[in-house]
């Protein structure tokens, strides 16, 4: 067992752990956050994608070690309520079928689009094709990356122009 | 309109086929149906007045609706909000709902979600249920005011009275309303009243499941709870013979080794000392009569099995005769693997047992054979058991049964203490209960024009049900049941016993049979060059719900134009769980490797009642199908399975999804169809007669391989 320091969704975090646990499993049975999730244990599928200091990281081949003294984000750490724009833009087109896979598909998009505000068709499928959804919603992931993609200019737009009115 | 007929009909098939799910999914086998006392029936929570058992209203004004189809991705708990609410009249955005207990009322020991049949089977009761609250409701109402029944009228959670404008909110009024006695009959909506049904509504559990907050059965923690993995046998029927569990005892978290009926478990602080523990487990298995079993003896027993007689699925006409006077004979084998289910969510179950009560959570099809098989793993009785129904992360046909409740009781048992048993996804594939594989001899019979005089087939494959009289209908559906108008047709299925465990895949028979008889169409009519839509068109003369949405998708993908260079299209059009689906799938190839570009796809599923999930479900259903066609194979060498992962069992992933155009036909609206399994049938024969259309070879055997 190993102290490890890290922050989680903005929170300090100390805890006591085998330093070769992954992420994935400290997260949903040691701190009971179940938002991320196991599907393959061999980071295959994407639905246990966390952000480790902003990265898309595969939670499972994570061993707990290697976050000492970094950032963590959870699908639990976007919002509660559903109003960060990737999450409005998953609402408005309503994506999940049983839901399971989408906290990685979601976690995912947002970090595609932190580093490309405005991504083609090819680039959705190059940063999502290491997320499978069995449902069969990529067509609907699609349209709900590209409006979340507009939200987020919309709301960069908003924020520009509040900011050209106080100057 | 006479919506008694059909409806009558389908839920009687439905019924039946349930009834042989029941009996090939519990461990107790048939006739327990009769005098299995069940669990105890539901109670009304407290402070809510129950109408019925499916709607309760609290004098805060609270709705409360029962939902008693799990949610597995389909959108049970929007669709079947939607056919109460539609009846109840209630405020649709402040309504709540919640999942059912298991109780009678719910239809146990059939509760759950199989075979297409959600809708169809709650068409009737949910919206009576509905329109039986709303009528007491008003009757309420109506003598509260002291005016005739008439002059009021139900609207958005309220009771309107017509002449004074005075509204009453139906938690006011519930308290009168629920003493009344229940009416006996009432008159339902007509479709042009319809304010829910046919209209696209968004699914109601969306914002939980973008926020982590839905709860699977894999998310569930209870005070105390251990995580446990369970060593099972490789080779199918194997059994323990020895183990050391010292070294697996050893690793830090590890709190328990166990041994159940089926292997040894390791119980531990977390998921990951459990499955490290595992790994540390020596253990001696005794392999038993399986030990040698391989997909090539497979294959060859099958091969066998269809040179004899077979039990008879169709016999219509004189297939001999016909054989003999034809202008031109065509013969082909077709064969399709076992499959693997994959859900996202792998198998698991978290169980709580004492001395007198059983508690189980689990995201589950069908509650009453997690409880049927809770009790029996138990030694409890049946009133001693409760399952709570949680998020389910994909079924597709696989969370009907299984082992997982029955290990979870007995690992709980053996450990003292409540358990969650997980499956990784090594344990999902090799131990699922799978979509057995098929092999099947085609032969046809054509005129001098090349128009089919007579077809015949034999298959062999596991069942996926007890046979009856020789025979499981679901092992030749989709082949000896199509619409096609051939004078004279003869199908025949050899069982083939084996210890594979296998189970049923979402669309069952028609999933590999669409195939054969889709593909195996588009072969005769290659053989004079004929056209395979112009083809499919003179052999539905009699069926024309699905000639309808085979011109509509010929139509609409545009089959009468050339295809984009370097493009083919290939069609398939199939009936199944009461409705009507046909597909286009525009294909290219490139160093051996299919592509598929679109899929267009018209759906008939007779009253669409919310046309979102619909969309998402012949999407859906494309999306799983197509997996299956180019990539799905399950192989067994050394009698174990030889995939593990997603790296040797994949699946289509976004940069292979093709554009999906689905038009849902305005079709009749007195009953719906399934449509959970209606798309899943015809995606793989639509994208193998695009690549016969593009290499001139039919491709008969799946996964597609073309080098």
């Known amino acids: 067992m190993a102290l490890i320091n890290f922050t989680l969704n903005g929170q300090v975090q100390t805890l006591d752990v085998q330093p070769q646990m992954p992420l994935l499993w400290v997260l949903r049975d040691v701190l009971n956050m179940t938002g991320t999730k196991y599907g393959c244990g061999m980071a295959l599928c994407g639905a246990c994608t966390v952000h480790v200091d902003g990265q898309p990281t595969r939670a499972c081949l994570t061993e707990v070690s290697f976050i000492a003294g970094r950032e963590i984000t959870t699908i639990e750490g976007l919002s509660t309520d559903g109003s960060h724009p990737v999450q409005q833009a998953w609402r408005d087109i309503d994506v999940p079928q049983c839901g399971y896979c989408q906290s990685g598909q979601i976690m995912t998009t947002v970090a595609l689009l932190r580093n490309n505000p405005a991504p083609t068709d090819a680039d959705i499928d190059a940063a999502l094709r290491n997320n499978i959804c069995r449902c069969g919603t990529y067509q609907m992931i699609r349209a709900a990356v590209h409006k979340a993609a507009e939200l987020q200019s919309g709301l960069a737009f908003d924020a520009m122009a509040a900011q050209g009115e106080r100057a | ?707």
């Open chain 2, 1 to 707: 309109m006479n919506t008694q007929v059909p409806v009558t009909a389908l839920n009687r098939r439905g019924f039946l086929k349930a009834v042989g799910a029941l009996r090939a999914m519990t461990a107790t086998g048939g006739g327990f149906l009769l005098g299995y006392a069940g669990p105890a029936s539901a109670q009304a929570a407290a402070g809510a007045l129950e109408f019925n058992p499916f709607v309760r209203i609290s004098n805060d004004d609270v709705v409360t609706l029962i939902v008693h189809k799990p949610e597995n991705g389909q959108g049970a708990v929007t669709t079947m909000c939607m056919l109460l609410a539609e009846e109840l009249d209630c405020d649709w955005d402040a309504l709540r709902w919640e999942f059912a207990p298991i109780a009678r009322e719910y239809g146990f020991p059939l509760q759950g979600t199989f075979g297409s049949l959600g809708v169809r089977s709650s068409w009737q009761p949910l919206r009576e249920a509905g329109a039986k609250a709303r009528t007491m409701l008003v009757q309420a109402a109506a003598a509260r005011w002291q005016t005739d029944l008439a002059n009021c009228r139900a609207e958005n959670g309220a009771v309107i009275d017509t002449r004074t404008g005075a509204s009453l909110r139906y938690g006011e009024l519930a308290e009168a309303a629920a003493a009344l006695p229940v009416p006996d009959s009432v008159v339902l909506k007509t479709p042009d009243q319809y304010r829910l049904i046919g209209k696209a509504q968004k699914r109601r559990d969306t914002l939980a499941k973008i926020t982590g907050e839905a709860q699977y059965g894999i998310d569930v923690r209870i005070p105390d709870m251990a995580f446990a993995v369970l060593a099972r046998s490789p080779v199918f029927g194997g059994s323990v013979a020895s183990f050391d569990a010292r070294a697996a005892r050893a690793f830090p978290g590890v709190l328990d080794v166990v041994q159940v009926s089926r292997g040894i478990a390791v119980v531990a602080a977390n998921t990951w000392a459990a499955i490290e523990g595992r790994k540390l487990l020596e253990i001696v298995w005794n392999e038993g009569a399986n030990a040698n079993l391989s997909s090539a003896e497979i294959r060859e027993r099958q091969r066998a099995l269809v040179a004899t007689p077979g039990a008879v699925a169709r016999n219509d006409g004189d297939s001999a005769a016909a054989f003999a006077s034809a202008a031109r004979r065509l013969a082909a084998v077709y064969e399709a693997p076992y499959l693997a289910h994959t859900t996202m969510e792998p198998p698991n179950t978290v169980v709580q047992v004492n001395s007198d009560s059983c508690e189980v959570w689990s995201g589950t099809q069908i509650p009453g054979i997690c409880h049927l098989n809770a009790v029996a793993a138990s030694g409890l009785s049946p009133a001693q058991v409760s399952v709570n129904t949680l998020y389910i992360g994909g079924g597709f046909g696989s969370r009907g049964g299984g082992n997982v409740y029955g290990e979870a009781v007995e690992v709980a048992m053996a450990a003292g203490r409540p358990v969650s048993l997980l499956y990784t996804r090594e344990d999902d594939i090799r131990q699922d209960r799978f979509r057995p594989a098929s092999y099947v001899e085609l032969e046809a019979a054509l005129d001098a024009e090349g128009w089919p005089l007579a077809w015949r087939g034999h298959v062999s494959c596991q069942h996926f049900q007890e046979l009856q009289d020789g025979l499981d209908r679901e092992a030749v559906a989709g082949l000896a049941d199509t619409a096609y108008a051939i004078p004279n047709q003869r199908f025949e299925y050899s069982p083939l016993e084996l210890d594979v465990p296998t189970n049923f895949w979402r669309s069952v028979g028609c999933s590999q049979n669409s195939y054969f008889a889709e593909a195996f169409i588009d072969e005769m009519a290659a053989a004079t060059g004929k056209d395979p839509v112009e083809f499919r068109r003179r052999l539905l003369v009699d069926s024309p719900r699905l000639l309808n949405v085979l011109n509509l998708a010929a139509k609409r993908a545009g089959w009468d134009t050339p295809a984009p260079e370097g493009r083919y299209r290939g069609v398939a059009a199939v009936s199944c769980f009461g409705s009507h689906n046909a597909q286009v799938a525009e294909i290219s190839i490139t160093d051996g490797k299919v592509r598929v570009h679109k899929v267009t796809c018209v759906v008939d599923c007779g009253q669409a009642v919310n046309p979102t999930t619909v969309h998402q479900q012949m999407q859906g259903g494309i999306v799983y199908g197509l997996t299956a066609a180019l990539k799905g194979e399950i192989t067994l060498e050394q009698g174990r399975v030889q995939q593990s992962n997603f790296h040797d069992y994949d699946a289509l992933r976004m940069d292979e999804m093709p554009e999906i155009d689905v038009l849902i036909v305005e079709g009749d609206v007195t009953a719906p169809g399934g449509i959970g399994e209606t798309s899943t049938p015809a995606i793989a024969p639509a994208v193998v007669n695009a690549v016969f259309k593009a290499t001139g070879q039919p491709v008969r055997k799946l996964p597609i391989k073309l080098v």
